[in-house]
């Protein structure tokens, strides 16, 4: 089961699909047994309105949750403006990572974003560790993105034709474990 719904890019359109739409987000199956009819389960609260030019003002974000009568674990779908298991969001994630792709130092990177130099220095490390798999992916989905001859160049080219959360939407999507 995907965890990131794909297409809701923005915390103001995650807002308005829950009021419209909610139903965007229940999982067809359950993703530990693979029973379906999950019944929803209220919601819990994620703060992702943070980053350099952030306000603040949306935090607390609700994101809905299901129960398996099957199996009796609850789950949860993210829009894909919303990182798993991250404070920050891919857009800011995206643009640190494209500040080091281009060279920038570490601690330029992190005083010019207001993040925590090792912040920075993880992302950079989960790249590293994880960029050359989800590369492979990308480069089945994407034909264009095979022409680069490097890690670096791959990973410019990357971020310049899509943004991160779309990438890790598109890998979430084929299986692949983000982040």
């Known amino acids: 089961m ?3 719904v794909p297409a809701i890019t923005t915390l103001l359109q995650h807002l308005h699909m829950l009021s419209n739409s909610p139903e965007v987000y229940r999982p067809s199956a359950c993703p530990h047994c693979g029973l379906g009819g999950l019944w929803s389960h209220g919601c819990y609260e994620r703060k ?8 603040g ?6 994101i809905p949750r299901y129960f398996c ?3 009796g674990r609850t789950c949860s779908r993210l829009p894909q403006c919303i990182a798993p298991r991250r404070w920050y969001g891919w857009a800011v ?3 640190v990572l494209q500040l080091l792709l281009a060279g920038c ?5 992190a005083c010019w ?3 925590d130099r090792r912040t920075a220095g993880r992302w950079r490390g989960w790249l590293d560790d994880r960029g050359d798999g989800f590369a492979l992916f990308l480069r089945g989905r994407f034909p264009e993105l095979g022409r680069a001859v490097d890690f670096h160049s791959f990973w410019q080219g990357c ?10 939407a598109c890998l979430d999507r084929d299986g692949v474990a983000v982040p």
């Open 113 to 115: 974003m207001g993040l």
């Open 2 to 4: 995907p965890r990131i």
């Open 57 to 62: 003002t949306l935090n607390p974000i609700p």
């Open 93 to 95: 994630q995206q643009l």
């Open 48 to 55: 992702p309105d943070r980053g350099p030019h952030s306000t």
């Open 69 to 71: 009568r099957g199996c």
């Open 159 to 168: 971020l310049t034709a899509m943004d991160l959360g779309g990438a890790m």
């Open 105 to 109: 130092s570490l601690h330029r990177c």
